[in-house]
Structures are given as structure tokens and as C-alpha cells.
């Protein structure tokens, strides 16, 4: 039998030092904005060059690829979260350890119980959280995550995860939920395999929760965009309303002195009234812009880089803007023509007859 021994991997020290060095920090802002660029990588990621710094970071202190890790980070609510198929395979690279592997228990009868899952409905902008009632069967089950140190051959088990303590967290009354599916059993051995890296290999996850845990954990809201509403008028005396606009003065005829009579000035001719103004649309805030945006992307089955040629054909962002960068103001004229745009229905400068 061999007595050769698999070791970890060192850690990369570049990480560490990578914003104190100025050239190294240099090296990783040009390597962030060539990711950026790529279509190949999350949206999250796409024309967003800290977030790709954060990832090179990451991917150094974990040494994996900077494209796995990548692929892998989903961000849930603004924070970032490792995807438990990632995890598992970081387990079983690090050299401590032997092939991940599972033990699965009936621990009872199957059984049914009637779950309370909140679900939100109604009109956009206007949607109301409703509870809705629905039964389900399940067999009481216990999985735990274990493996063999290579080193000793000890063997290590993490915290056991069964269907009843799903229950009990509130994992599976959630609409949309998985563990409501066919997939719970993998979802059972998912968690078993995230409590098994919290204890016995905590500098794999950063701290991190998996997405499925951060989707399970995570209290359901309503992220449809809403209306904005009308401001309120300020109260009087209030001393942080703005100023009313001051009104103009009427003119006052001075009466000239008879030694030299002069004509009176006629009267100021009235301005002609404006155009009238097209109907006032409510801007949404910047992401749920964004969102809108990148959902007319999907619908007509586009990139980003082929939608930016198409609004720079437009006219509607520079030949050197990007997306990501420009003004709120210029994404807000995007966001009203987006899927006219796309559809082709508004020509490219310079083709209008």
C-alpha cells in the first residue's frame, strides 16, 4: 500500500496582498475589466468590473479557476453564495479528505401534514401576500454527509439533516420551494453536504451559505416594481419646502416729464403658449430598470453586446458608453423604447426618410 499522501493545496498569499501592492492591485483591476467583457459569465458579472475583482479574490484564496468560481457565485439579495454542486466538488478536491458520500435513514412512516406557503398575487405594483394551504407527504428521513481524513484514515460525519427539521425551519413552506418537488432528496443531501463544509471544512466557504440555503432561509418579499407615488404638497410654514416660484412683477408706467413727452413702451406681445407635452411616464428606480431591461433581452433571445449595438444604432447611448455606466437618465430613455428597440421598430439615425 502506498504511504504517499495527498495535501492540500497552499493558499495563494497574493490574495492577501493584493490591496496593499499597488501592481498587483493594477494586474487584477486589467484582469476584472477583460471578464467583464465576456458574455460567457453571469449577468451579475457582465460590465461589472468590482464585482469580477471580488471573484479573482476569492478564486486566489481558494486556488480553483477564476472562471469556476465565477460560474458557481450566485448573489441573492446582494450577497454572495457558493452553489452546493460547487462546494461538494471543492470538498472533494482539497486533498483532505475522500469522496464525499452520504448516509440516508428511514426513520419512520410516511405521513402528511398541511402546509401554510404565503405566495404573492395581485396586479403589479399592487400585489397583496396570501397564505395558501396545501398537503404534504413525506417519509421521515435523516441524511449525514461523511467522509474519510486521507491522512488518518479517521472517519468525519457532519450534523444530520432530515425532512422534519425542514419542517420545522421553514424550508419547505415557501412557494416555489424545491423540497415540495421531487428533488427533495436532493436537496436533503445538499444540506447534509453544506453543514459536513461549515464544520469540517470552513476555510472552503468563506462564510458563505450556499444559494439553496440563502433561498431557504431568506424571508420571501414582493420584488415587483411599484408605482411611485405622488408628492405630498408641503404644509405651510414649513421651512424645508422649496420656495414658491416668485411672481413677476406687473409693469409701472412712470410718468415722463412734460418737457420731453415720450411714447409709452408698448406692452410685451404674449408668448405663444408650449407644445403640448406627451403624457408623463413614472421613471422606476435604476435596478428595477435594469431588470426590465435585461428581461427584454431575454424575450427577444439577444446578448447584452448585440442590445448595445442596437440602441448605439439608435442613437440612444454613445459609441463609447456602456450600459453599466451611463446615466440614470440615459437608461430611463432606453427602459420607455426597450422592446421597440429590440423589435426594430425604431430605425438607426440616419435612416429615417
Known amino acids: 500500500m502506498s504511504t504517499e499522501l495527498a495535501t492540500a493545496p497552499v493558499a495563494n498569499t497574493a490574495a492577501l496582498s493584493m490591496f496593499a501592492n499597488a501592481e498587483l492591485f493594477a494586474l487584477v483591476q486589467r484582469q476584472a475589466q477583460l471578464i467583464a467583457t465576456s458574455d460567457l459569465i453571469p449577468k451579475q458579472f457582465q460590465g461589472n468590473v468590482a464585482n469580477c475583482a471580488i471573484a479573482l479574490e476569492m478564486a486566489s484564496r481558494l486556488g480553483a479557476s477564476p472562471f469556476a468560481v465565477i460560474q458557481n457565485l450566485d448573489v441573492i439579495h446582494g450577497r454572495p453564495s457558493w452553489r452546493s454542486t460547487f462546494l461538494m466538488g471543492m470538498i472533494n478536491a482539497c486533498g483532505r479528505f475522500t469522496p464525499l458520500q452520504f448516509k440516508v435513514e428511514e426513520t419512520g412512516k410516511p405521513r402528511t401534514v398541511e402546509l401554510e406557503i404565503e405566495r404573492w398575487e395581485g396586479p403589479q405594483g399592487a400585489r397583496k401576500k396570501t397564505t395558501v394551504k396545501r398537503p404534504w407527504t413525506y417519509t421521515p428521513t435523516t441524511c449525514i454527509a461523511y467522509a474519510r481524513y486521507k491522512a488518518t484514515g479517521e472517519e468525519v460525519t457532519g450534523p444530520p439533516v432530515s425532512y422534519d427539521m425542514a419542517l420545522e425551519e421553514g424550508w419547505v413552506a415557501k412557494d416555489g420551494s424545491k423540497w415540495l418537488t421531487e428533488l427533495r432528496e436532493l436537496m436533503l443531501r445538499y444540506r447534509a453536504a453544506s453543514f459536513f463544509a461549515k464544520v469540517h471544512a470552513s476555510d472552503l466557504t468563506l462564510g458563505m451559505q450556499t444559494a439553496e440555503e440563502a433561498h431557504d432561509i431568506t424571508p420571501m418579499r414582493d420584488v415587483t416594481p411599484r408605482e411611485e407615488a405622488a408628492t405630498p404638497p408641503a404644509p405651510k410654514g ?111 439615425e440616419g435612416d429615417a426618410q
Open 238 to 348: 414649513n421651512p424645508y419646502a422649496d420656495p414658491a416660484p416668485a411672481a413677476e412683477a406687473a409693469p409701472v408706467e412712470v410718468e415722463q416729464p412734460k418737457k420731453a413727452t415720450r411714447a409709452k413702451k408698448p406692452a410685451p406681445a404674449a408668448e405663444a403658449a408650449p407644445p403640448a407635452e406627451e403624457p408623463a411616464v413614472d421613471r422606476p428606480n435604476r435596478t428595477d430598470m435594469v431588470a426590465d431591461i435585461k428581461e427584454s433581452w431575454r424575450e427577444a433571445e439577444i446578448t447584452m453586446s448585440a442590445a448595445e449595438a442596437k440602441y448605439k444604432a439608435a442613437g440612444l447611448i454613445g459609441p463609447d458608453e456602456k450600459l453599466s455606466t451611463i446615466t440614470t437618465d440615459k437608461l430611463f430613455e432606453i427602459w420607455k423604447v426597450r422592446g421597440a428597440v429590440l423589435r426594430g421598430e425604431i430605425q438607426p
